[in-house]
């Protein structure tokens, strides 16, 4: 079998980042997520929290006609984004896996052997799992779910050109409150397998 990778775009609250887990768990092959975020704030030997606030913001426009020159801060964030392309092409050809988010899905667009996924799911049950699985008041899950939606869709245009559930850039679009965490990462197991092996 040859080695292969599965990107995992996920709408916050969806539990996509625990479906990516367990599918991992299921096939036996590694998870990246925010491993690699630890790995780029080695590399550029910035704070963590300095990599982790800028990665998935981004400034567009009306905000990039105030500043056509760029920021301190936009240049930091295209740093990051250089670094993960290199960190995550480098992690896909290294054995097969899975790569949570970061664009991962156009940084491996002309890799063989990739299977696009996108996890979403209504926004009551986003909301429930927020409160249920993620401890958050109702408020909190609320307004998580608009602010980091927002940002990943923003990091994910300027960055690929195209929002994460774009349907042209995936092979797989799932609805986790159908099935559950479990059973999701077991249906998409059997994509992998009649897909890869």
Wanted: hydrophobic share 40%.
């Amino acid at each position: 079998m040859e080695r292969y990778t599965i990107t995992i775009a996920r709408e916050f609250g969806s539990l996509g980042r625990a479906v990516a887990q367990r599918l991992a768990g299921k096939l036996g092959i590694e998870y990246y997520d925010r491993d690699i975020v630890d790995q780029v704030a080695q590399q550029l030997n910035l704070p963590l929290s300095q990599i982790s606030s800028a990665e998935e913001r981004s400034h567009h426009g009306f905000f990039s006609h105030m500043f056509p020159l760029g920021t301190d801060e936009e240049y930091i964030q295209d740093m990051i984004f250089d670094v993960q392309k290199d960190i995550i092409l480098e992690l896909a050809k290294k054995s097969s896996c899975i790569i949570v988010g970061r664009c991962s899905d156009f940084l491996l667009k002309n890799e063989k052997n990739v299977m696009n996924v996108f996890i979403y799911a209504p926004y009551e049950a986003r909301l429930e799992n927020c409160v249920k699985q993620l401890g958050m008041t109702q408020e909190e899950a609320r307004r998580m779910i608009a602010s980091v939606d927002k940002a990943r869709n923003a990091y994910h245009r300027k960055y690929a050109g195209y929002l994460p559930s774009d349907t042209s850039h995936k092979h797989l679009l799932l609805d986790s409150s159908l099935l559950g965490v479990d059973e999701t990462a077991e249906v998409l197991a059997e994509v992998v397998r009649k897909r890869f092996f």
